[in-house]
């Protein structure tokens, strides 16, 4: 009789224990199957098989979805890259730089040709721009988004309208 009752807690906690690996297995799988959920337009593009729909035109000649503008812009943009700027951050101890490259997106080839032509007013208008930053102005992404759009607005007075449609960071350390 004190046999049967010392074997009976053995198997009450092997089951306890085979129960506990079910619902931890049951929880991982509900995680991946809810991360795959969230993230399946990602992960069907990375595969190759996204999910963008785009209606064929009424001449039925085949769409590219690449070759649309995302926010209806012209397709014939002009990038030009500027020469690395390197300044030093307005902290209080001077002790800290800030080295950036950046390709600047123009409306046309006529505005890429007017920003060549000003270099010397861009990249002083940057560097100033650039120099009036403390490292806390530049420590989160929200604040390096605002850094870009003042940069476009600032080449936009320079090269004149809104020739100027967007700048991208190719390089930025700060030190």
């Known amino acids: 009789m004190a046999d049967e009752q010392l074997e009976a807690p053995k198997d009450e906690q092997k089951k306890g224990g085979k129960l506990k690996w079910i619902i931890i297995a049951v929880v991982i799988l509900a995680l991946i199957g809810g991360g ?6 990602k992960i069907m593009g990375m595969l190759g098989m996204g999910t ?35 300044v030093n951050l307005a902290d209080p ?3 800290r730089y800030l080295k950036l490259t950046l390709d600047v997106e123009l409306r046309d080839q006529e505005a890429a ?11 002083d208008a940057v560097i100033l721009l650039l120099s009036s930053k403390t490292f806390a102005d ?9 850094l870009k759009d003042e940069i476009v607005k ?10 100027v449609l967007r700048v991208y960071f190719t390089e930025l350390v700060v030190q």
């Open 36 to 41: 795959a959920f969230m993230f399946k337009d």
């Open 154 to 163: 600032r080449l936009n007075q320079i090269v004149g309208g809104s020739n």
């Open 93 to 95: 101890l001077g002790r």
């Open 52 to 86: 963008q729909k785009t209606e064929a035109p009424a001449d039925g000649a085949p769409v590219d979805p690449l070759a649309a503008g995302d926010q209806g812009e012209p397709q014939d943009t002009v990038l030009v890259t500027l020469p690395t700027f390197v």
């Open 113 to 123: 040709d007017k920003l060549s032509k000003n270099e010397p007013k861009v990249r």
């Open 138 to 146: 530049l420590s989160s992404i929200e604040n390096k988004l605002g």
